[in-house]
Every structure is written in C-alpha cells, then in structure tokens.
C-alpha cells in the first residue's frame, strides 16, 4: 500500500529491520488458561508500509514517516517514525519449525479464511441499511457475536453456519454426528441447543458475567469434531416470517 | 556473561464473553492511558485477516508504547526504543519497571469492558556468544531443585506455573526459560534505494537467553476495578519475585 504523499518520499532512508525467533510469549499454547500467552495464533502479517493514518500527531509539522509492520501471529506489532534511523521491528514466535507446526500453522490458514467469510457476514448484517429493521442486528449483538467468533477460530473450531431470529441475535451452527448444534448469541448470553430427528436433546446457557469460563466451553467445542455445515446454509439468511 | 535487560512488557485484559458492550478503539484507549495521541493508528480492518485487531502506537518515558483491541483481548504493551538495526533491549529496567507500575492504574481506570482474566507479563534477555554459554545463564536462573544439566544443547525451553490463592482469586505464576536464537533482517527503505549488502549485513543472529513471567488469574465472574487493579499489582509483584528467584539481579525491580 502506498498512500505518501510525494513529499514524504523525499524523505530520509528508513531501515526497517525484522527479528525473528522465539522471541514472544507467543510460544505459550493458545489453550494454556494458566497463561496470557497469545490467543491471536492464526498468523498473518500485514505490512502496510506508510498507509496507517497517523491521527492527530502534534509537536511536529510534518506528518511523520510510518513503516508499520503487524502480525496477529505474535500479538505484536511495531513501526517505525519520521527520524532517518526509524526502525519498525517485528518479532515472531517459535524458531523452532516442527512437523506438528507446520501442520497446525497450514490447518489455522485455512480457517483463518473460513473465519473470513463469517466476519464479513456478520459486518453485513451489522451494516445492513436502517430500513433494513428486522434484519439489522443490533450493536451489542454484532460485538458479542464477534467475540463468540473470534474464540471460536481461536479454539480451532471449523466455520460454522449462520443465520438470525431477528435483531437481537445471531445463531451458529454445525452438526455432529447426526445431531445439530445452535449456540444462540445475544448481548450478554450464549445459549446452546442441541437437536436431533427425535428432537431437543440437550439446551443450556452461559450468561456473561455469570463466572463461567466460556473459553473452557470454547476450548471443548474445538475437540469436538463439529462439522460446519453445507455451503449454501453457511450464508446467513432470515426466516420467512420476516 | 553479560546483564539482564528487559525485552517485552504487557498488560492484557480479557473481555467477558459474550459482553455485548461497545468496545474502546484502541487509539482511545491509548489517549486515556498514557494521556497523549499516538504516532500510529490502525483501525480494525474490514478485509484481510478475520478479527484483525485495531492497533495504536506511540512512545512514553522512553519506550515504545502500543495498544491493540481484539475481540477477545486487549494488550497493552512497552518494549525497546528502535536505536539501530540490531537486537533491541531495554536497557533501563528500573524505568521499565516505573512505566509498567504506572501503566496499570490508568489501565484500570481507562477501561470500560468487563474483564474476567488480566495478565502482567514481562520478559528479560540477555545476550550470548554461543549455546554453551547461554545454557549455563540458564543453569544459573533455573530453580536447583530440578538438578537438570546443559551443556551445548540448542532450543532449551523449561515453562512451570506454580498458581497460589492471593486474596479470594486464584492466580497463575508462569515463568518460562529459553534459549533463543533470533534473527534480525535489516532492510533500508527509501526512494531510489538498491540495497547492495549481502546475505550477512542483512541478517545478523544472536544467541539469547530468556526468562519469561506470564502472571494473571483464572477466570472468575468478572473483576470489579479494584479487583483488576489488585490481580494487575499483584501480578507485577510477581514479575518482581519471580526474576528475584529467577536470579536476574534486575536494578528497579
């Protein structure tokens, strides 16, 4: 991305300088609840040379030059200033490539863009127009139901379907071994429900605030084999009635 | 061998999930917290990476500071000033150690989201010829009890947690031992730039031994302000124990 305008680049020389290596509290395993180690473990790195904005920058006239370097793979992100010696540094985890790594790192890619698609719905029906009423979910809905999926991807979890009731929820689901799953997501509650032909087997729920650890509960559900369902009924639709 | 310097500071916050309430960007949180615009902002993108972070960074007192908001997480991090295209520590720990003590208490007021977790970290290296050396730094920093013995082994890492009730909170005392070898890749930007130097000026390797405390409690119902500002002191008092124990003679600490 190159947004500078010519006269930034007349500016000085800038090093940009990247160190790699187990360098990060990255390395902690995402599913350790003892550590604070990243749970930003599907990696990606944007590198996006001078485009962030620098926003309302003070004691100098000149805007500064920015080489910003991001990763979500470390949590970490670094970039550099408008002095000729600016450095942005990036620092990555594990040095240590194993077969395992290799496997897990190509297995997050993939949901990395799964998640995606289910990011980009959810921005949709958040941003559907207001005349939209019915369909547009709520703020506090959309917020919670991107943390819902971002633990989720966090947790291995494959993608799953989406749908909504109406404003005031959006639902996910997945089936396992013939039965379904549905956690509903409002403001501050999970519910889940789980249903096969003979009907409801199985309903619970979590309430924010309420001291259960939902990411033990997220954490299972990514050893749980859940299969996301077909394609067509992983875009988000609205019921008939609406 | 030579001294101990501190690499990464954090603090990190953990949302209740779901908490459906708004979420401060992470420039916001960044003016309340260290009381000054950063240098950088990134908001959080809408194509690219799923749940991509908003992202704001500037300096204070010295250090390189950012913040960033994730759905799941909010971190709020100190490392080194960039000074050269080289391995960059904090030299100053007592001012590493001043920064992160008053971080926490604008950290604490700053925030609006309920939390249930929250976490200090910091992490200190020290650097080293060869593996040989770096593994008898470790022998030096690691509890006797365990009796292990290196020589020239590479990529030695040894994580223990030992979590204790402090007040009505159980807490986590993660300290993690490596030794790492990082690579730094410097690269000259700039208008007209052909950078000529070889595989050697470009990527230069050093040889680090690393003692990592990652404190934080478990999951409870949610941390009122006091809570978070308890489990956030305590944590740091951790951080303090724990290279005291660690042997790492850190001055501010």
Known sequence: ?242 | MGKWKAQLGRITLFPIIPAGADVSSAADLYKRVWASDPDNYQKQPQAGLPFAPSFAQGSYSGLIVSCSVHPIRIDFSLSPPTLGPSLNLIEDTKQFHEVLARTIPSVVEATTTTVNRAACLAQFANVTANYRNANALMLKSLPTQYALRLSDEEDFILQLNRPRAVGELRMNFVTKWSVERLQVLSLQVGPGVIQSSGLNQLVSEHIVGTVLLDNNNSATARLSKDQLSFVLTEALRGVSDGQREAHLDLEGF
């Open chain 1, 1 to 242: 991305m190159s947004s500078r305008s010519s006269r930034d680049r007349r500016a000085a020389l800038t090093t940009l300088t990247y160190t790699s290596g187990n360098f990060l509290p990255g390395v902690i395993p995402t599913k350790l609840f003892s550590g604070s180690g990243t749970t930003i473990d599907n990696s990606g790195i944007v590198f996006s040379g001078s485009s962030p904005m620098p926003i309302n920058w003070s004691g100098s006239s000149e805007p500064p030059e920015t080489h910003t370097i991001t990763t979500t793979s470390g949590g970490f992100i670094v970039s550099g200033t408008n002095s000729s010696s600016a450095l942005g540094i990036l620092y990555s985890a594990s040095n240590v490539i194993t077969l395992g790594t290799l496997f897990s790192s190509s297995a997050s890619e993939l949901q990395a863009a799964s998640y995606m698609e289910l990011s980009e719905a959810l921005t949709e029906l958040y941003s559907l127009d207001d005349d939209c009423n019915d369909w547009k979910i709520q703020p506090p809905v959309y917020n919670a139901s991107l943390q819902v999926a971002a633990a989720l991807m966090e947790n291995d979890v494959p993608k799953p379907g989406v749908f909504i009731h109406g404003r005031r929820s959006v639902v996910f689901n997945w089936t396992i071994a013939g039965i379904n799953l549905y956690l509903t997501i409002s403001k501050s509650k999970l519910s889940v429900l789980l249903s096969s032909p003979e009907g409801i087997e199985m309903r619970t729920e979590f309430v924010g605030g309420s001291g259960e650890d939902t990411n033990r509960f997220f954490s299972a559900l990514g050893s749980a084999h859940l299969i996301s369902p077909p394609e067509p009924a992983s875009s988000f639709s609205v019921p008939s009635d609406k």
